[in-house]
């Protein structure tokens, strides 16, 4: 029996191919989970179609992707997953006036009316990251990312933040996406010895680096700190198992945090409930809910809504910010043991969004100020 409802189009813009595919098939796995959710609520008197687009992780077909979105009618865009494909596609949607509904952690220094920021950007990902490291294992770190924005923008603010701190900084080292040789960057670091490594790398090259790296560490006798941003479950059985590495991570959420969710969310199939799944589910949640209240699927009126109106979701009660289109979020650092990340330290609060760090103070968090004086990050236009 066909469903009487009138139907709300949504794209779907995410790649399931690649070497950051892991990532993509956990997010779209989310929007289709909340889509099958949302369109079994009665309740809503509308029932959401969607329209996918795969770019297969080649990054010319983000552009050709969105087009066939725009083209069919959408107006509200649910993906990307790397900053890259993001900036491709903003001037796209400003010229249709469309939204991308963003849930990947980013970079920071962006604010598109054309986009919600629903991820998490540095000053409630990696900043609390960092500020954790100095606190508990030391000041000598090594940088490394892949060879993108993510990857140099990460990297600059983490070495401001920690030269404000009177850290060292022993190195900064970048590769293409894709890349998978690292011998020489582990001989630096067995003889460096760094107190913690940042990794911003991507991808299957994120996943070969901790493997060799877990390697080296373990024939030297070394249990050496990893941090990461973007590291979740849904990419732990590409790391495998850890033998000699302390693997962090800083998200809006965890398994461990809701069990009973995830325990839930397995009825659909088989999935773990990584960052990147519970926030493409929970935009898509926000976006029905909005549309439910107001009854008006413009990009204008569902924003406005949103503005004014904080909504619960698996990540807590989310709270757009109209200044900056960005989401106050939950904060959490995590340890992976005994392959599930189990929490360290949580915000007592849903930290609110600074993407251009203007407010935060890099010595917030307990960590001993430099020269006496609060020192902030510099905006980049």
Request: charged letters at 15%; aromatic letters at 8%.
């Given at each position: 029996?066909?469903?009487?409802?009138?139907?709300?189009?949504?794209?779907?813009?995410?790649?399931?191919?690649?070497?950051?595919?892991?990532?993509?098939?956990?997010?779209?796995?989310?929007?289709?989970?909340?889509?099958?959710?949302?369109?079994?609520?009665?309740?809503?008197?509308?029932?959401?179609?969607?329209?996918?687009?795969?770019?297969?992780?080649?990054?010319?077909?983000?552009?050709?992707?969105?087009?066939?979105?725009?083209?069919?009618?959408?107006?509200?865009?649910f993906g990307t997953t790397l900053s890259a494909s993001r900036k491709e596609i903003i001037p796209?949607?400003?010229?249709?006036?469309?939204?991308?509904?963003?849930?990947?952690?980013?970079?920071?220094?962006?604010?598109?009316?054309?986009?919600?920021?629903?991820?998490?950007?540095?000053?409630?990902?990696?900043?609390?990251?960092?500020?954790?490291?100095?606190?508990?294992?030391?000041?000598?770190?090594?940088?490394?990312?892949?060879?993108?924005?993510?990857?140099?923008?990460?990297?600059?603010?983490?070495?401001?933040?920690?030269?404000?701190?009177?850290?060292?900084?022993?190195?900064?080292?970048?590769?293409h996406l894709g890349a998978t040789g690292f011998q020489t960057l582990i001989d630096t670091l067995?003889?460096?010895?760094?107190?913690?490594?940042?990794?911003?790398?991507?991808?299957?090259?994120?996943?070969?680096?901790?493997?060799?790296?877990?390697?080296?560490?373990?024939?030297?006798?070394?249990?050496?700190?990893?941090?990461?941003?973007?590291?979740?479950?849904?990419?732990?059985?590409?790391?495998?198992?850890?033998?000699?590495?302390?693997?962090?991570?800083?998200?809006?959420?965890?398994?461990?945090?809701?069990?009973?969710?995830?325990?839930?969310?397995?009825?659909?199939?088989?999935?773990?409930?990584?960052?990147?799944?519970?926030?493409?589910?929970?935009?898509?949640?926000?976006?029905?809910?909005?549309?439910?209240?107001?009854?008006?699927?413009?990009?204008?009126?569902?924003?406005?809504?949103?503005?004014?109106?904080?909504?619960?979701?698996?990540?807590?009660?989310?709270?757009?910010?109209?200044?900056?289109?960005?989401?106050a979020l939950a904060s959490h650092i995590a340890e992976l043991r005994d392959g599930r990340f189990?929490?360290?330290?949580?915000?007592?609060?849903?930290?609110?969004?600074?993407?251009?760090?203007?407010?935060?103070?890099?010595?917030?968090?307990?960590?001993?100020?430099?020269?006496?004086?609060?020192?902030?990050?510099?905006?980049?236009?």
């Amino acid at each position: 029996m066909s469903d009487p409802r009138p139907a709300v189009c949504v794209g779907f813009l995410l790649s399931t191919e690649g070497t950051y595919r892991r990532m993509g098939r956990s997010a779209l796995l989310g929007l289709q989970d909340a889509l099958a959710e949302i369109n079994a609520d009665e309740q809503h008197r509308f029932r959401l179609e969607a329209i996918c687009a795969d770019p297969l992780g080649e990054p010319a077909a983000y552009g050709s992707g969105v087009e066939q979105l725009l083209g069919a009618g959408v107006r509200h865009i649910f993906g990307t997953t790397l900053s890259a494909s993001r900036k491709e596609i903003i001037p796209d949607l400003d010229q249709h006036n469309a939204l991308l509904w963003y849930s990947s952690p980013y970079e920071g220094y962006e604010s598109s009316e054309n986009v919600l920021y629903l991820g998490g950007c540095p000053n409630q990902t990696l900043l609390p990251l960092l500020h954790y490291a100095l606190s508990h294992f030391g000041t000598r770190a090594f940088l490394l990312g892949s060879n993108y924005v993510w990857g140099w923008e990460s990297n600059r603010i983490a070495r401001e933040l920690l030269e404000a701190n009177g850290a060292q900084v022993l190195g900064e080292k970048y590769w293409h996406l894709g890349a998978t040789g690292f011998q020489t960057l582990i001989d630096t670091l067995m003889s460096e010895r760094p107190s913690f490594v940042l990794n911003n790398l991507v991808g299957e090259s994120s996943y070969a680096f901790l493997q060799q790296l877990d390697q080296a560490c373990a024939a030297h006798g070394l249990r050496l700190p990893v941090l990461s941003c973007n590291l979740t479950e849904a990419e732990l059985d590409a790391v495998g198992p850890m033998h000699a590495l302390r693997l962090l991570s800083c998200g809006p959420f965890f398994e461990t945090l809701n069990p009973d969710f995830c325990r839930r969310q397995q009825r659909h199939g088989p999935r773990h409930c990584s960052h990147y799944y519970t926030s493409a589910y929970s935009a898509l949640w926000l976006f029905a809910q909005a549309l439910h209240a107001c009854a008006d699927a413009s990009p204008a009126a569902i924003c406005e809504h949103l503005f004014n109106h904080p909504m619960d979701s698996v990540l807590g009660t989310v709270s757009l910010s109209a200044r900056n289109h960005h989401s106050a979020l939950a904060s959490h650092i995590a340890e992976l043991r005994d392959g599930r990340f189990q929490l360290l330290h949580s915000a007592c609060a849903p930290v609110a969004a600074d993407p251009y760090l203007t407010v935060t103070d890099l010595h917030a968090c307990g960590v001993e100020r430099h020269n006496g004086k609060p020192v902030r990050l510099r905006i980049v236009k």
